[in-house]
């Protein structure tokens, strides 16, 4: 009927909506197409946590992090996990073609199914966001291309797990199929949730009646509040255990698993809802030979999975939804419409934890979606990261030149370290050099080295210089940007040329090096400023790789304190731990000097600690300590100086203070308005009213 959005594609061209980086957003349809006004947005998990935990759960940049996304891809598509959501709302207009085959009219409210990484989509504001459910509501629209992907809104079902289940739509119904194949009599479902456990078990029923036995197990962290007997409760008749255990401790929560059961024989059918690394090993553990194995998606470890069953020496059946099914949404309704009174029960549940705690629980999940990674020395946990260490060993493999971008104390050197050893030249010299602590008047003979009585003072027998010295080899220029103009000048030359001379020297010399440079500021800023060449920056951009700054990848920072601790307890002999609400509050803290500030404040702690727990208080005194300097009237010394004070001169001070602090952490007044939790046209008054 239409080209599917082709039309909508902005970059790259000859793309198709999901796959493109940008889709034009705007409100005026095509005759193909079909805009609905939004009311509420299911985000896939991997997704929502990712923005959550990225933005310490905080309602503000939760907010402003969706509608960052929206605003530069014109969808909600998060580049870090490659995944988006559904919607649900009110259809505004239908196309004239679209009209032919859409069974629905303007006013009618409906799911739009296509996954939002395809959908043009447009937002005004986030009124409310569902932890919980991954969820929030919202005014703005969206552009369907597909009549056949919108379903009726139905009101004997509440839209929180019913967008779950729509989102999980074609599961379900392949797993009714896969029952029907197979005919399991007994299955384990790994869920990160309370809803599609039941409504899984429904599927399979519809082919196994009451033959079969169904377990469900869930990650203990994600309610901390509920029992496993409470659980099982609401679930019985249908599940007959529910067992809530560590997925990413797969071996010892399957020794558990082991000694719960009466019956420890392996299961028919086990199937991966839930995306914690460790959950695939355990779902290997479980099924028997010859087993099936159902994972939701590809990225629920499917491959991993494949590969642990490998090297166990197990024979499993492997099976994943992978694509669209006619019928498969309408089977999900009528699942929900006989499941409705037991997941309205659940529903309470959810409802009536304490958000604090599921909010906790929920980033305590996802900073163990994956357990910490290692290369080169490179230690990293989050998502964010690991989208970069990807780029990175892609680029390692071309022999070109790199500009590596980033804050003061990020790892600049650590993302060096991996391009080198895993390049080609990985057995050849790499010569490190700080071009801040070059003498302008020594540098050339520095780079290029010098013949025997070039100059006063020089070595009888010459000096080899930076480029020979990493000659087949990496030449990393940290700090690039602090080079004279002249020096930028013959840097171009060599790297152009490929062939230089010594100073004092005659014979010219013939170099293959491989640069890679790095610099605190952009060097394309300096290239604006006219601090740096032009020609020079072209030259050495052939690929970039920016490290996103700590409080970009808040997940770090719990494998990067504990890796720290550990180095630390060894090299002094001492045992310290880290307690986990201080754990929490590192986690909160903005890092403006990154990694090496936190590595510097881990081995602070484990020097000032007296006992064998670093606790949140000691955490919170050393972060804080220049922060209540800064902020904080010292009203004791205030009265020493003076017998009487003035109530609104202490108050403005104090409010001087605090506004001088918001305006020097944050940079800005708009920043420091949301800081402070003030309007930016107060802030900027005071901040005139201050001379600030």
């Excluded at 399957?254 to 028919?268: E, T």
């Excluded at 990807?390 to 104390?409: F, K, M, S, W």
């Excluded at 808040?554 to 990067?560: F, G, M, S």
């Excluded at 880290?578 to 020097?607: D, F, K, T």
Aim: net charge negative; with cysteine; glycine share 6%.
């Amino acid at each position: 009927m239409n080209n599917f959005g082709i039309n909508r594609v902005i970059e790259p061209e000859n793309t198709v909506p999901v796959t493109a980086w940008k889709l034009d957003n705007s409100r005026k349809i095509t005759p193909d197409e079909i805009r609905i006004s939004i009311d509420r947005i299911h985000v896939e998990w991997d997704s929502f946590q990712q923005i959550c935990t990225s933005c310490g759960y905080d309602d503000s940049k939760v907010r402003a992090r969706i509608l960052d996304i929206i605003d530069k891809r014109g969808k909600l598509h998060n580049p870090y996990t490659g995944s988006g959501g559904i919607m649900m709302g009110t259809i505004e207009a239908i196309g004239a073609n679209a009209r032919k085959e859409c069974p629905h009219k303007p006013g009618d409210k409906v799911y739009c199914v296509t996954a939002l990484m395809a959908v043009p989509l447009h937002i005004d504001a986030i009124t409310d966001i569902d932890y919980e459910n991954c969820q929030f509501t919202a005014s703005g629209y969206g552009i369907c291309f597909r009549p056949d992907h919108l379903f009726s809104v139905e009101s004997d079902v509440r839209l929180n797990y019913t967008m779950i289940a729509i989102d999980e739509a074609g599961n379900f119904y392949k797993t009714y199929k896969l029952a029907g194949e197979i005919r399991p009599r007994k299955v384990t479902i790994l869920s990160r949730d309370l809803f599609t456990p039941l409504i899984y078990t429904e599927a399979i029923k519809k082919v196994m009646g009451d033959d079969v036995q169904i377990n469900v197990i869930i990650d203990e962290t994600l309610f901390p509040d509920i029992s496993a007997d409470v659980i099982a409760e609401l679930m019985a008749p249908d599940i007959h255990n529910v067992y809530l255990v560590d997925d990413t401790a797969p071996m010892d929560s399957y020794d558990y698993l082991c000694r719960k059961s009466s019956d420890n024989s392996h299961q028919d059918l086990v199937i991966v809802s839930e995306d914690i690394r460790g959950a695939e090993t355990l779902a290997v553990l479980l099924v028997k030979d010859n087993g099936n194995l159902f994972f939701s998606s590809i990225r629920s470890k499917y491959s991993q999975g494949v590969f642990v069953a490998e090297t166990m020496g197990k024979t499993v059946k492997t099976n994943y939804f992978d694509q669209y099914m006619k019928g498969n949404q309408e089977f999900t309704m009528s699942l929900l419409k006989k499941l409705a009174s037991k997941l309205d029960k659940l529903d309470e549940i959810y409802r009536g934890i304490k958000k604090e705690h599921h909010t906790h629980a929920n980033k305590l999940k996802s900073r163990t979606l994956d357990t910490a990674e290692k290369i080169n020395d490179f230690v990293f946990q989050s998502p964010v990261t690991r989208e970069m260490i990807e780029e990175t060993l892609n680029i390692a493999r071309y022999d070109c030149n790199v500009v590596i971008q980033g804050e003061t104390g990020v790892g600049k050197e650590k993302v060096l370290e991996i391009i080198h050893h895993n390049s080609p030249r990985q057995s050849k010299p790499c010569i490190k050099i700080n071009c801040a602590t070059i003498q302008e008047n020594l540098a050339e003979s520095e780079f290029f080295g010098y013949e025997k009585g070039a100059f006063t003072g020089a070595q009888n027998q010459g000096k080899q210089g930076y480029f020979e010295l990493a000659n087949q080899g990496t030449l990393f220029l940290d700090e690039i940007g602090t080079l004279s103009l002249s020096m930028q000048s013959k840097l171009l030359r060599v790297l152009q040329e490929n062939r230089y001379y010594r100073v004092g020297g005659t014979q010219q010399k013939t170099v293959d090096v491989r640069v890679i440079c790095a610099n605190n500021v952009p060097l394309q800023e300096l290239v604006e400023s006219g601090r740096f060449r032009e020609d020079l920056y072209y030259r050495l951009n052939i690929c970039m790789i920016t490290v996103p700054p700590l409080r970009e990848r808040k997940e770090d920072i719990i494998c990067l304190s504990q890796f720290f601790l550990n180095n630390y307890n060894k090299k002094y002999g001492i045992s310290r731990e880290i307690s986990p609400a201080a754990l929490e509050l590192m986690c909160e803290y903005h890092w403006p000097g990154n990694v090496r500030e936190l590595e510097n404040i881990v081995q602070r702690l484990i020097i000032s600690c007296r006992d064998s727990i670093i606790d949140e208080d000691m955490v919170d005194k050393l972060l804080n300590a220049d922060t209540y300097d800064k902020t904080i009237l010292n009203i004791k010394n205030e009265f020493r100086r003076n017998e009487s004070l003035s109530f609104r001169s202490v108050m403005e001070q104090q409010e001087k203070k605090l506004i001088a602090y918001a305006l020097q952490k944050e940079g800005t007044t708009r920043k420091a308005a949301q800081l402070l939790d003030l309007p930016q046209a107060t802030l900027a008054r005071k901040k005139t009213k201050y001379g600030l």
